[in-house]
């Protein structure tokens, strides 16, 4: 059905690009424990028990126990369902899939195109209607909180009914065509059969491309054309997947995997891998020949780079884009921008102060260095230093790798691959060795993709969530908000940095990707031009150059991509900020995220419900 399940959310993300040059210049200008249900009133008089009573207390325990039996038996049947709804999703989302009865995926990759996707809307609508016809009143803590997650990510669903064609399943490093191929070389071997499903999910990979790219001339075809230029940012990120034979990442993941197999002869290790080379050269790399030349052949359908909202439907969209990628509490689009810009200008003030009480940080700008400088070293201490303000994580492993350097420039700086849901034992990091990102703080990076950011919070997820539906769920703000506000807190740590410049680099940190979240909405939903996004950024940089081409074809090519971190970032603050001033002193850091990683991946209109609820039983206490 694959209503809910979204491949393995790998956290392949674009980062902002600094304010600090521009901040020069500005400042001469001026929870704890698990969650509980809201306080009912207690009545002032008891009602006298009698025999009618009995019967009645009885009759509402009967149904109870008769909606939670059903509610769990239909969460687990859509488990199943989603879960196996495609290979490159099952293998990542279930180490052992023959423990929760599946025996085979439905398909490889599933299907991109139209129908699916009206198909897709009509399960979604059936779903809604199954939970209609349970009340939320008979159901337990844990199953009232998923049906409530489960409403509102239909409600907001339900913004992109008919809009299906505006959906970008091919775009620059957050595309299928960019991420896919990572997925596959971390394709993990647990068994035998995992090597031959491996190699089919090869032999299919050409023909699922030709689906995205059928689906690309159905929106060109709708008019929904992209300019020559985009098409050329497209094609080069397929380029750097046409692979020489004999030497390339993909055979020497797959020879690497294949080592840990004791089960397989040598024989059969070698006849795997002439098999995977045979099939790289038949169907992998022709996959990708097939997209730069099929691409090449819509150049001149699009007339110029525009945001979503010169399409005829297309701020429709992106309001439902907004609202899909944030999961946010705001009520309106202009009412969530209002706040951004206020949060930024907010954290721009604070770099002005910062630069002028402590004019010597401007010198050391280039010379500031955190106490530890290998990416190893660094986790650890952030390991060791998440301890004080944040619950405790059940012993796990990790692995720190690099980015092959052939996919260097289609990838981002860093980023966590999510462990499946019945071994959260192994997790992966990958970090972006290309010199470009050389002034991405390494340190902030690894506190966002590892402790307390992504792999804390997902090994935290996986070790307290007990309804496993809940566990295909994504909500990008949730996890991206999450992963951003911990970094931003990274800055503040016993890292060696002195106290003011981490608070400097802090509050550019935010400032920067303020910027970029609202550009974001005034290119795709204010429909902004080139011109005007050069005059917003003149007011914080006194030549933005090429910056302004960089950041105007970065909103348009991947649209609410940087909401995700921002919104999801100021939904935590907000929280945060709101304990602070109703606690006093009394607020807890620690009680505070133990609340938030117990709720877990959810939208905050539902987040908020509970804070409140929460937030209410720490003042009695």
Known sequence: MNLLCKTSDQHFSKRPVSLLLALLLFCTLFLDGCLKKPEEQTPTTASPYTEETAESYEHFEEEQLKAQKEFDRQMRELFRDEVSGRQVDLHFLLKDP???GIEKAQSLYGQISLEEMAQARQDQQNLKTMLDRFDPALLTDEQRLTWRILQSFLATEEKGYGLEIYSQPLAVTIGVQAQLPILLSEYIFYRKQDVDDYLELLAGIDDYYRQLLDFQRQKTEAGLAISDLLLDHLIESCEGYLLTPGDNFMIDTFNSRLDTLPELTEEEKNAYRQQNEALLESHFVPAYQLLIDGLNSMRGTGSEEKGLCAYPKGKEYYEYLVYSATGTSYSSIEELLKDMELTMNKQLVQTSVLLRFHPELA??????SYRQTKPEDMLEELKNLSQKDF????????TLKTVPKSLELALSPAFYLVSPIDDYQDNVIFINENPRFASNELYNTIAHEGYPGHLY???Y???HCNMDIRQLLSFKGYSEGWATYVEYLSYFMDN????????????NSIASLGLHACLDVYVNYMGWDREQVREYLEDYYEDPGELVDALYLAMIENPSNYLSYYVGFMEFMNMRQTAEKELGDSFDAKAFHTFLLNMGDAPFDVIQAYFTSWLAGQKKQ
């Open 363 to 368: 010198d050391e700008l280039g010379t500031y």
């Open 391 to 398: 619950p405790p994580l059940a012993e796990c492993n990790y």
């Open 496 to 507: 060696g940095l002195k106290p003011e410049m981490g608070e400097l680099l802090a509050a």
């Open 457 to 459: 919070q997902n090994v």
């Open 98 to 100: 023959s423990a929760y």
């Open 461 to 463: 997820f996986h070790t």
